[in-house]
């Protein structure tokens, strides 16, 4: 292919011309434009406005409600299939209320007009065949326990098998219910009031009008706890199979509810599991299920899982509504190729291919900025609150400080994020974030490519290096592909990076006090910068190389404080003893230690002469890395900050948090490590501090030693 020509400005677009094709191919702004539309709503954040159906919510009378589907723990309502009275003088009234079209897990509480009766207080809720489930106390006063030693609410409660019977409380009592009033495979709840003497108070306002059960719902396959199931994921362990639900149990795990979506043939779309790759459920699974740290902060950490899935769903949502709900969870996504279909959590996937000038065979057309209606600086919408009643209810917004006041001119432009499924706000922020992350990942580029491209799929990451126009190992996600006859494949990429799926660190959440105050952190993106053409790392947002900028340390420059440089072996500070065994793939730096490696070998930093922090400015330090190979007997590696230039900088001492050895061989190889490093704020009493984040060994591992650092991450404190 000839070389690539040089960029040309064109009202906001840049493209190079390549080989001509047909016309019906030429990639303009018309067919970006459309593109961009359709890459807009497939990445689109998940704005389920499809309202619930009053059986979700409230308990109704229908002969036509659609069956109620809970996963993880939700409230529900549901339908009312029986109510009569008895007794002298109607005293007392039962109720037959449905929540699911399946077998739960058990109850947790009900509520009564927002009235919580947890389970504790009911006396034996097992209704088959002596629990009578009387409510026998009163906590947090409910006020439905028993006054003057004497119930007035009864409370038993059916999980929904498939061979459960009858409710002997009702067809003892009402001769209309016999042996055939079941409701198999539906869990329901069968209530009794009692308006007994002295007991009128309770009553005073009639009976309750709005009746649901905070329940734990469906249980599902897990394929990680299949001693049959195998894959690249690895092999399971225990007692499940895909084809007997009796093996399976209750999860809150959004991979494992969404295979259990698919597959079931009563209430969802009914596939046949041989359509459903489990690897990729598995490998979701276990992404969904690890635990990040939360506020408050403190040790041990305070942990929640990264995702979870509790909603009520039911069959009059289309398949697709109920898929929605589920992805939006863990801002996943699902694929079909190869036959079947895969499901992925939000998380980075290494790049599967990479690309330079020989693999592109036609015009490219790429475009930075996004169209106005795909540009957002802060993230804001609503979750499921168990603590405000399972009521719908704000998450504190995630904003970008950077894009709104450099990009967007500090006007706020806001994205909706409507969580069906998600009951933490600190889930609901990271899920906000996972979003506002890709807020400047707006690159758009078309282009035709040769065969190679017939193997990638939409999903796929994939690096580019095109030297002339700066770009070296440049990350993109896979969003659209077309085959050409006779030409290629035209491929529709969109920027990415590794940095836009990590989690925030712990000062990164926004909190609320016992007493309503507000505290958002202030938290600041490091600046990509002007990278250098040929940078073998340019593309990283995280590893941009920046020029020194002199001896000029009295001007405070965001542009130069926000920006981080790989030491390219070699090149830099104490790194000739370092060797970058790999490069940057997909935005991991790989380095090993040679033989000879002095002490104080820099891993990663920035260049002396950079300002970084001034006085009475605190910081916090993000790294993620992985020992690759080599198992250290001696060393340290140290993490944290030294000071610039001794003979204008006095007083600041080198301050580090040192990993040994030891823990670094102990370090499950390939397992990444989140480190965090938070600086006391500067010294005073100077006109100019300045120090920098270093990386380094304080003495030598040894020489097998093999690292990967996929982030170096700093944010603003104070």
């Given amino acids: 292919m000839p070389a690539v020509a040089p960029w040309v400005a064109n009202l906001g677009w840049a493209y190079f ?122 906590t947090n006063s409910h006020a439905f326990g028993p006054p003057h030693s004497t119930s007035v609410m009864f409370l038993r409660g059916w999980l929904g098998t498939a061979t459960q019977g009858e409710d002997n409380a009702l067809s003892g009592n009402y001769s209309e219910i016999t042996t ?51 894959g690249d994921w690895g092999t399971g362990s ?19 509810i969404w295979a259990d979506y698919r597959i079931d043939a009563v209430l969802g779309p009914g596939w046949d599991s041989g359509r459903i790759d489990y690897n990729s459920v598995a ?67 290494a790049t599967s291919f990479t690309l330079d000038e020989d693999d592109f065979i036609g015009a490219v ?95 796929n990451t994939v690096s580019i290096t095109l ?35 990590a989690d925030p660190a712990v000062g990164d959440y926004a909190t609320r006090t016992a007493a309503g105050v507000v505290v958002f952190p202030a938290i600041r993106r490091p600046e990509p910068g002007a990278g250098v053409a040929g940078d073998s790392v340019v593309s990283d947002p995280w590893f941009i ?19 981080f440089t790989q030491l390219t072996p070699g090149a830099g500070e104490h790194t000739a003893d370092i060797i970058d065994t790999g490069g940057v793939v997909g935005g991991v730096l790989q380095v090993s230690l040679d033989a ?14 950079e300002p970084m922090f001034f006085e009475g400015e605190q910081f916090r330090l993000n790294l993620k890395i992985r020992r690759v190979s080599g198992s250290p007997t001696a060393g340290t590696m140290a993490i944290g900050t030294s000071s610039l230039n001794a003979d204008k900088v006095t007083g600041v001492a080198q301050t580090f948090a040192s990993i040994s050895a030891a823990t670094v061989a102990a370090w499950t190889a390939n397992e990444w490590q989140f480190l965090e490093y938070t600086n006391a704020p500067n010294v005073s009493g100077q006109t100019s501090i300045y120090v920098v984040p270093r990386a380094n060994f304080d003495s030598n591992f040894d020489a097998d030693t093999e690292l990967e650092i996929d982030m170096f991450n700093l944010t603003r404190v104070s």
């Fill in 17 to 138: 011309p390549g080989a001509s094709y047909a016309g019906a191919l030429a990639i303009g702004s018309t067919i970006l434009a459309v593109t961009a539309y359709n890459i807009r709503k497939a990445n689109d954040l998940k704005d389920n406005n499809f309202g619930k159906s009053p059986g979700q919510q409230l308990i109704v009378r229908s002969t036509t409600a659609a069956r109620n589907i809970v996963y993880g723990q939700a409230e529900v309502g549901g339908v009312i299939t029986y109510q009569n009275t008895r007794g002298i003088d109607n005293q007392t009234m039962d109720m037959e209320v449905i929540h699911t079209g399946h077998e739960i897990e058990g109850f947790v509480a009900w509520r009564f007009d927002n009235r919580e009766v947890p389970i504790a207080d009911v006396d034996d809720i097992n209704a088959s065949p002596a629990g009578n489930g009387a409510v026998n106390a009163d």
């Fill in 180 to 230: 055939t009033h079941r409701h198999r495979s539906c869990a329901r709840s069968v209530l009794r009031f009692d308006l007994a003497f002295g007991t009128e108070q309770v009553w005073d306002g009639g009976m309750p009008r709005a009746i649901t059960a905070v329940i734990k719902g469906k249980k599902v396959y897990d394929p990680r706890l299949d001693s049959t199931f195998t």
């Fill in 238 to 256: 225990g007692s499940h199979r895909v084809a007997t639900p009796g093996t399976w149990e209750w999860s809150d795990n959004p991979a494992l």
């Fill in 283 to 349: 490998e979701a699974a276990d992404l969904c299920d690890e635990l990040v740290d939360i506020p408050p902060a403190g040790s041990p950490a305070t942990q929640e899982k990264r995702f979870t899935c509790n909603c009520v769903l039911d069959t009059g949502m289309t398949p697709r509504e109920s898929i929605e709900v589920i992805l939006a969870s863990m801002a996943g996504n699902e694929r079909q190729f190869g036959g079947t279909w895969h499901v992925y959590a939000s998380a980075y996937e």
């Fill in 365 to 459: 057309e790429f475009r930075k900025q996004p169209l106005t209606a795909d540009r957002y600086n802060t993230v804001r919408g609503y979750y499921f609150d168990p603590d405000r009643e399972y009521k719908q209810s704000p998450f504190l917004q995630v904003q970008d400080s950077t894009l709104l006041s450099t990009r967007d001119s500090s006007r706020e432009l806001f994205a909706e994020l409507k969580l069906h499924a998600t009951n933490s706000e600190y889930m609901a922020q990271r899920l906000a974030y996972r979003h506002l992350n890709q807020a400047d990942n707006t690159g758009l580029l078309v282009a035709l490519l040769n065969y190679k491209a017939a193997d990638m799929r939409v999903g």
């Fill in 467 to 501: 030297d002339e126009i700066g770009w070296a190992a440049k990350v993109f996600r896979v969003m659209q592909i077309r085959f050409v006859p006779t030409q290629g494949f035209e491929v529709t990429l969109k920027e990415d990076s590794s940095a836009a799926y």
């Fill in 545 to 563: 190389r920046r020029a020194a900028i002199g001896d000029d340390y009295t001007v405070y420059d965001p542009a130069y404080c926000w920006t």
């Fill in 596 to 609: 000879s490696a002095a002490a104080s070998s820099v891993l990663f930093g920035v260049p002396n002469g």
